[in-house]
C-alpha cells in the first residue's frame, strides 16, 4: 500500500499546523479528484503512528475531531 506523510518542523506555529491539516480534511474531495490514493486518508489512518511526534496543532485537530484522546 501507499501512505502519505506530512513532515513539518517541530518550531512551526501551532495554529498554522492546524490549519493545514483541517485544510486538508475540509477539502478532502478536491485531494480524491486529484488522486484515488486520497481516498484511503481517514481521521483513522491519519493518526497511525509513523514513529514521529505528531505537531501540537496537528493533534489539536484530531483531538477536536475525535480521533484521539
Known amino acids: 500500500g501507499f501512505g502519505n506523510l506530512l513532515v513539518v ?3 512551526m506555529d501551532a495554529d498554522l ?3 493545514i491539516v483541517k485544510a486538508l ?3 478532502k474531495d478536491k485531494l480524491e479528484a486529484a488522486h484515488q490514493i486520497a481516498k484511503q486518508l481517514t481521521l483513522k489512518t491519519a493518526v497511525q503512528s509513523a514513529g514521529l511526534p505528531r505537531h501540537a496543532g496537528a493533534a489539536k ?3 477536536e475531531q475525535g480521533a484521539l484522546k
Open 17 to 19: 499546523a492546524y490549519k
Open 61 to 63: 485537530y484530531f483531538k
Open 9 to 11: 518542523r517541530s518550531d
Open 25 to 27: 480534511f475540509d477539502n
